[in-house]
Structures are given as C-alpha cells and as structure tokens.
C-alpha cells in the first residue's frame, strides 16, 4: 500500500481548529510520509480533525512550523507568501485602496498595473489557491476512502468534515475565478499526482460552483446551518455569500447577468444576519464576538480567517494589515503594538469618498496630507488606514507586541445589504427593501438616510464600507472601471496623475511555470 503523502507535506502538530484563546487548540502528532501508512494515522474522528485544521490553518498561516518555517510554497517567504496577504495584494494593492512604499519585488508593479506572469506577488497568490483546493481534495479523498476501517458510529462528523472541506475548497476556486478566469480543475475524483488539474473555462467554472454551492446549501449536505458552527468554521451562511457573490459578477464572469439571483441569496442573509451597533468594533482584537456562531452567538460576521497573536503567528494577514499600516509620528501603541512597518497608504481618490466629520468609517491619519507625493516614502503624503487595530473594544491591546488577535472578516452582513441596493439599483428585486438596507448601512456609520440611490452611490458606499475587505478590484471591474480612463486614481498605469491601462489587465496571468508543467493550460489574452 502506497506510504501516506499529503501534497508532499507533512501535517504538522499543534494545527489549529476554530482557535483564537476561547476555543483551544487542536493538537496532532506529525505525520511522517516515509514511515506512516493511512490506516496508522487516520484511525480516528480526531486524526481527521486534525486534517481539517490544516485546510483551515493554510488561510492564516504560511507554514506549520512558526512564522517564517519550512513555508508550505516555496520560493517566497512565510510572510508575503501567506494567503490572505497575498488576497489582499491581488484584491487592493492593485486599486484606488491602498499603495505600499516597499521596493519589494513586485510591489510597485500591483499598483502601477503593469505586472506580468512572472511577478512573484502573482504567482504566490496562485500557488496558494491550488495548494488550498489541494489539501481539501485530498481530505476528502481520504475520508471516503477510510482506509483504517473506521466504523460510522465512531465518526459522526464525517459528513461535517466533508462539507467543511468543499466549502474552504469553493472559498479557494472563488478566489480562482475571479483573479485567474480560466484555472486548472481538480476535485476529489482525480487521480493523486495528476499535474495540476485540466483546464476548465470560466464559465464552466461558474457552473461547476454555483452546484457545489447549492448541494452545500442543501438540508442533507453536512454543512451546519447559519451560525450553528462553532467559531472559526465553515456554515451555510459562508457557502451563501459564495453564492451571492457568484451572481453578482455573473456578467463578468459568465457572461449573463443574474442581479436577481443576487438580490435573492443576499435578501435571505439579511434575514439571518444582522448589523452589529458599533462598525469599529468589528475590526479589533476582539472581533471575534461579533461573529454569529455557536461559541459567540454574534451578529454581522458571517466567516473569519482567525488570527491569535500567541497561536497564530504570521508576517502575513492581519499582523501586515495592521504593522504595515503604522509608521512615522503615528502612534503605535494606540494600535496595541509596539511599532510599525510604514508601508501602507490610501490615494486622495479613494479617501475623498468620506465625509471626515461626519463618517465613523472615516478612520484616517491625516497628518502627511491626502496626495502621495513620492511613491516608495511613506511619510510624503497619503492618509493612513487606522480601520484594523490591535486594540480590543475596552481599549486594551491583544496578548503580543508582535503579532495581533484581530481576526479578518472574509464575509460580513453589510457586503450583503450593498449587494441587495446593488441588484435594485439594476432592476432586480425590491427597491424599497433594498433602500431600507442601504440606509442601514449609511445610519450606522452616522450618516444621514436617503431617499433614492443609484448604482454609482452603491460602489461608493461600499468602497467606504468594505475597504481593505478584499473587495475593491471586483468592485471596479463589475463597475467598468478598472482598466479605464472613467476613473484615475494616483500611480494607476505608473503615472501619479494616473492613466488608462489595457483591459487585459482585468484578469491576472497565469503564471509561466504553471504553463510549462500543465500542457492544458492556456495564457489569459495580454500577458
């Protein structure tokens, strides 16, 4: 019988399972792939679990062996190289949102949009979408296959742990379609060691999900229900935003436009979530309470990449979103850290989009003015970003100086109001149940409610809601402005004026090396 080999990795001990400080850790001895066979490892319920968690902790971390060990991509380090920090590149870096002063590779050409298939900032964003769909693959494969024999009433949560598996692995094929278009396809049918996956068109790509996400949505599927997970986990509600999102950009995507699918999946998650009172609270080092689950019992979080500065530590995800954000005459420790990065910065474009009176969203440093004035200087211009900190609601820092509590909200019940009076403003669904939930957005953030809106009030209401949520660059394609002259922000094209880019530039390139090792694959137009 062929030796136990998971993606050429060993999964590690101490992977962590719906963690943070409340939950606990999970804890498994290593497997070692040159002496342990299925049916000596995977004897258990336990041993799966365990499994699970390292589907879970490929989101937060680069490596199951400490902040910048044994990375599980090779050829970047644990921090850049760490999954939501490369999201958050793809999804930001490249707008109006944000720009970082670091002469790192790659950097630079994200904002300036002039990357190529070799940009490292790319290709490690690639590699982590695969290598994710891969781990829950083979999880999947494994449990079906249950080698050591385990009998039914020993595993109770093997349908769970299924359903939890093709959840984080649609998360990774959202991220797929979005960025990449037409990707490698693999599930848990294909043969192990089969080079990467055959191509699958966009569209097709579509379907595939929208199935996966109904037979998820199903009542047999395994998948708890909205908010009867316990923290940290995959839900219906999760798998249901996939949906959403799915429709909102079908006209991208597949080409068909299904506002009314949208307006109907986000409608029903309207109806079993809710708007948490205070929106600064849902971004600090005690987020994890406004997250409706069964440990918590929360609001507006619908799912969260969890981040614990003494059992989740990475130079990626959160702890870059709040060092990278700090530097100059800020002060550090009202962040609840003890010093800062100084890379990141907000263009004039995008901030001009707040009343700074007025908008609890609002949260900037102004002291170096609005305008960037040298790209690779943080402290020449731009405000500063102070919407993550790592500071807890009764103003108390997180555990550690070094890495932070504060978890990332990958979903929230306010992405999914802005999708109703999005949808309406379109022509689909109820504009008056639709005006209702942009107003709710609005009066929390202490504005004043309208009375009409148009599809242009929408994205901007959700560039001041959603911004640094990994959402801006699908905002502005669906928009049409990305690429285009109808909307310049500072260094987009490479000058500080700002200028038109190809429209090739809406999708990313498939990385060279993924073309020379899958024969099936084929190069995005442009690159």
């Given at each position: ?116 298939a070799s940009n490292v900032l790319v290709v490690g964003m690639y590699a982590r979408i695969f290598y994710q769909v891969s781990l829950c693959n083979e999880l999947i494969r494994q ?137 600064a609270e849902l971004f600090m080092a005690d987020n994890h309470r406004w997250t409706k689950n069964t440990t918590y019992n929360g609001d507006e979080i619908i799912f969260a990449v ?121 022509g689909a669904g109820s504009m008056s149940e639709a005006l209702n939930a942009f107003n709710e957005v609005r009066t929390r953030a202490g504005l004043s409610a309208v009375t009409s ?75």
């Amino acid at each position: 019988m062929k030796k136990y080999k998971v993606l050429m990795m060993t999964f590690a001990a101490a992977c962590m399972l719906g963690a943070g400080s409340c939950t606990g850790d999970l804890d498994t001895q290593p497997i070692d792939p040159d002496v342990q066979l299925p049916q000596d490892v995977l004897s258990s319920q336990d041993a799966f679990e365990a499994v699970l968690a390292k589907c879970y902790q490929g989101l937060a971390v680069s490596s199951s062996k400490g902040v910048n060990g044994g990375p599980d991509i090779d050829g970047l380090d644990g921090g850049t190289g760490q999954y939501l920090r490369a999201l958050w590149n793809m999804q930001c870096l490249t707008t109006d949102e944000s720009v970082c002063c670091w002469n790192d590779p790659g950097v630079f050409d994200l904002h300036n949009q002039c990357w190529t298939a070799s940009n490292v900032l790319v290709v490690g964003m690639y590699a982590r979408i695969f290598y994710q769909v891969s781990l829950c693959n083979e999880l999947i494969r494994q449990i079906n296959a249950n080698v050591a024999g385990i009998p039914d009433s020993e595993f109770p949560q093997k349908n769970a742990f299924i359903a939890e598996a093709r959840a984080l692995r649609l998360l990774s094929y959202y991220h797929a379609i979005d960025l990449f278009g037409n990707v490698p396809f693999a599930t848990e049918a294909n043969t192990v060691g089969a080079t990467g996956g055959q191509r699958i068109e966009r569209g097709d790509l579509f379907d595939w999900m929208e199935k996966e996400a109904l037979e998820l949505l199903d009542s047999g599927s395994g998948l708890a229900d909205e908010g009867k997970n316990v923290y940290g986990r995959c839900d219906k509600g999760m798998v249901r935003m996939i949906l959403a999102k799915l429709y909102l950009n079908a006209e991208v995507w597949k080409g068909t436009a299904m506002y009314d699918k949208c307006y109907e999946q986000s409608a029903i998650i309207r109806q079993k979530y809710r708007l948490h009172d205070n929106f600064a609270e849902l971004f600090m080092a005690d987020n994890h309470r406004w997250t409706k689950n069964t440990t918590y019992n929360g609001d507006e979080i619908i799912f969260a990449v969890e981040f614990d500065g003494l059992n989740t530590q990475s130079y990626g995800g959160m702890d870059f979103l709040i060092f990278a954000a700090v530097g100059g005459d800020m002060d550090a420790a009202s962040f609840g850290i003890a010093s800062g990065w100084g890379g990141l910065s907000v263009t004039p474009e995008f901030t001009s989009k707040f009343d700074l009176d007025k908008d609890a969203r609002a949260m900037f440093f102004t002291q170096y003015g609005a305008s960037i004035e040298v790209l690779s200087e943080f402290t020449s211009g731009g405000y500063k970003s102070m919407k993550f900190t790592n500071k807890k609601s009764d103003g108390t820092p997180g555990q550690a100086d070094g890495f932070v509590d504060t978890d990332f909200p990958v979903f929230r019940a306010a992405d999914a109001y802005l999708m109703m009076a999005e949808c309406a403003a379109r022509g689909a669904g109820s504009m008056s149940e639709a005006l209702n939930a942009f107003n709710e957005v609005r009066t929390r953030a202490g504005l004043s409610a309208v009375t009409s809106f148009t599809k242009e009030d929408v994205l901007d209401e959700r560039a001041r809601e959603m911004m640094w949520e990994c959402c801006r660059r699908q905002d502005l394609i669906r928009y049409g402005l990305f690429t285009t002259n109808d909307y310049l922000w500072q260094y987009k094209g490479g000058l500080k004026a700002g200028q038109r880019v190809d429209d090739h530039f809406n999708l990313m390139p498939i990385p060279s090396s993924d073309l020379n090792s899958n024969g099936s694959l084929v190069q995005n137009p442009g690159y």
